[in-house]
């Protein structure tokens, strides 16, 4: 007789159990209003990426087309995946001096792991991370960028 | 003593049968290889094979600075990328002596429980998942996709940190994180008994995982098992306690110990020891202590000549890293004992005699990392 009665209740707390689960799946099924799926494509206007989000490395240009790469190539020498190539043009200077100025900053997306130690390696805060995200393109070439914007130079730290 | 080339024959012999799992099986949770020896639905042998998301990191550390291999840890275990690179971190900091401040302190030891958090609830959903319950995925993933948002805005990555870094933290706290942080973990609260209404208490789940794939606590002892694995099977080992660092000693916390050590036991561990990092993260988020959050560290880092070895409870068991320097800005020998390498030791003991179907119940509590073991 025991062995009955718990043979039917055992039977009886399955059914239980399994409806406890049901009931909030039911639960969540009518209410809307707890949908947390974002539609990705169609909410592009209202996406919130932070501003923090490590998405790319840019150069930081002023308004004057100006930035402040010194072409020291730390973050060269920093990058453990060789991502980033800089080249330099040693120019004159109006009093005679030789002065190393930037003239390429090669940047291969498609290499880089966004580990941020770039930024940190550069002594003039000269490079950053934009919180940009949507980077596929056709031709693995197009990930390959120069990031100084043509016609720029080199901010001038004197002050006039 | 010869090594054997091939355990389990290719062939088949009369009443027994091999199959292999994987390496791309729905269920085995990335490119892990088992070859399974078959007696009808009985396991007699399983031989796993390893190596096919191998990438080389020790040695590549091995030509890279102590600052840089560090990125390269948070592609081990990734659902522990926080702990990875702070027991990178931590080993430097040894070598070199520097003290860590206190707010970078706490911001770590807040930063690895959050990711125990998620690593935990990622685990829970695919356990499910496993066992062919599919909703409590979604569960799983509406706690941890707000945990990874509050990493994207102070990290600015979702699950490759690279934040700790040798002397601290790479960036401040964003102005939210508390106030995001507190609602995170008094939603999760609420949210928890859901956890036990569609799972734990979940009759077709208890008959699935109760009494199946006992590892016994000496197998566990001597197979190196470690993390909620060897816990379930009443073994003390959480390094947070053992060996604290980063200020755990401070906090009270309990080690979640349990000896019945099958699969149902392994459950239960990890979903008490998330209530346990609610719990560290409840007395850490309302007194970050105000300072730096680095300490200054040369830019090029020589760790002066001799062995160094420093451990860390990640999510999944003991992470050890080992390093011998001869005192140049690269290590001479970097050498990562990963939690999971273990554990998947146990996988052949545990599931020995045991029905097929059993197999996939066994390996989802062993909540194993296949990157992690490969490095
Ligand atoms: S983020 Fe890292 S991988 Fe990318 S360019 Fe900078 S240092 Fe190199
Ligand atoms: S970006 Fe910074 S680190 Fe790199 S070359 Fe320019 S100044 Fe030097």
Redesign the interface.
């Given at each position: 007789m025991k062995a009955l009665f718990r043979y039917f209740s055992s039977i009886f707390s399955a059914f239980k159990s399994l409806w406890t689960g049901m009931r909030l799946t039911f639960y969540y099924l009518s209410h809307p209003k707890t949908i947390l799926t974002q539609q990705y494509p169609e909410n592009r206007k209202t996406l919130y990426i932070p501003e923090a989000f490590k998405g790319e490395v840019v150069l930081i240009h002023d308004e004057n087309n100006e930035h402040g790469c010194t072409a020291c190539r730390m973050c060269e020498m920093t990058c453990p995946n060789g991502t980033i190539k800089i080249t330099s043009i040693t120019e004159e200077t109006e009093d005679g001096k030789k002065k190393k100025i930037l003239d390429e900053w090669i940047y291969n997306l498609g290499m880089c792991t966004f580990c941020a130690q770039c930024i940190e390696a550069c002594p003039q805060n000269a490079i950053k991370m934009q919180n940009t995200f949507e980077h596929s393109v056709y031709d693995r070439k197009e990930l390959i960028k120069k990031l100084n914007h043509p016609g720029s130079k080199l901010k001038s730290t004197k002050k006039i | 003593m010869e090594i054997p080339k091939q355990l389990i024959p290719l062939e088949d012999t009369p009443g027994e049968f091999v199959i292999n799992v994987g390496p791309q099986h729905p269920s085995t949770h990335g490119v892990l290889h088992l070859r399974i020896k078959l007696d009808g639905e009985k396991i007699l042998e399983i031989e796993p094979h390893l190596g096919y998301i191998h990438r080389g990191i020790e040695k590549i550390s091995e030509s890279?600075g102590y600052?840089?291999?560090i990125?390269?840890t948070s592609r081990m275990d990734y659902l522990s990328a926080h702990m990875n690179n702070q027991a990178c971190s931590l080993l430097v900091e040894k070598g070199l002596q520097i003290e860590v401040p206190d707010r970078a302190k706490a911001i770590r030891i807040l930063m690895v429980e959050l990711q125990r958090l998620a690593s935990h609830q990622l685990w829970w959903g695919s356990a499910g998942l496993d066992m062919g319950a599919v909703?409590p995925f979604f569960f799983a993933f509406?706690e941890r996709?707000q945990i990874l948002?509050i990493f994207?805005?102070?990290?600015?990555?979702r699950l490759?940190m690279?934040y700790i870094t040798p002397g601290g933290v790479?960036?401040d706290l964003?102005p939210d994180f508390v106030k995001k942080v507190k609602a995170l973990i008094k939603q999760f609260k609420v949210n928890i008994h859901?956890y036990d209404?569609?799972?734990t208490?979940?009759?077709?789940f208890?008959k699935r995982t109760q009494n199946v794939g006992f590892l016994p606590r000496d197998l566990a002892i001597s197979l190196g098992a470690s993390g909620p694995v060897a816990r379930a099977s009443g073994i003390s080992c959480d390094i947070r306690k053992l060996h604290p660092y980063d200020g755990y000693e401070k906090l009270d916390f309990s080690e979640i110990v349990m000896d019945k050590g099958d699969s149902f036991t392994r459950y239960l561990v990890r979903i008490e020891e998330m209530k346990q990092s609610m719990h560290i993260i409840d007395q850490l988020i309302d007194n970050i202590p105000e300072g730096d959050y680095r300490a200054r560290v040369k830019?090029i880092i020589r760790l002066p000549e001799g062995e160094y070895y420093q451990r860390v409870e990640t999510a999944r068991g003991e992470l050890g890293v080992f390093v011998v320097s001869d005192g140049n800005k690269t290590p001479y020998r970097i050498k990562y004992r990963t939690p999971n390498f273990s554990n998947l030791g146990a996988l052949q003991y545990i599931a020995k005699d045991s029905k097929i179907g059993d197999l996939v119940a066994i390996m989802a509590t062993l909540d194993l990392i296949i990157p992690d073991i490969d490095r």
């Open positions: - | 890279l600052r840089q291999s990125y390269l909703s509406r996709e948002e994207e805005e102070t990290c600015g990555t490759t690279n790479m960036n964003h859901e209404k569609l799972l208490g979940n009759i077709i208890q830019g």
